[in-house]
């Protein structure tokens, strides 16, 4: 078992920025990807930015050069740092950590971009 706490997020004018952060904990051993994605109102769920154990990240091309992905081992944390925020970026926010083959997910939290 995973467990994931997310925090960050919430509401700010266009052009702003917000940090996620996720923290997890349990089972992690061979934990070999982390990753962000999100769920806008009658959209599916699509990948924001992951990054894997190796070192490789990837990122929707909607927000390259804007978001960035990152961790902190020793905290067992990932974060993501979104910068030049657009209305369009408003969506739940969910963390995900992937161990071997199997994804858990955190709770999710609303961000909202005003314009």
């Known amino acids: 078992q995973v467990q994931l706490v997310e925090s960050g997020g919430g509401l700010v004018q266009a052009g702003g920025s917000l940090r996620r952060s996720c923290a997890y904990s349990g089972s992690i051993f061979g934990l070999n990807r982390r990753g962000w994605f999100r769920q806008a109102p009658g959209k599916q769920r699509e990948l924001v930015a992951t990054a894997t154990s190796g070192g490789s990240t990837n990122y929707a091309d909607s927000v390259k050069g804007r978001f960035t992905i990152s961790r902190d081992n020793a905290k067992n944390t990932v974060y993501l740092q979104m910068n030049s925020l657009k209305p369009e970026d408003t969506a739940v926010y969910y963390c995900?950590?992937?161990?071997?083959?199997?994804?858990?997910w955190g709770q999710g939290t609303q961000v909202t971009v005003s314009s």
């Open positions: 995900n950590i992937r161990v071997l083959r199997f994804d858990s």
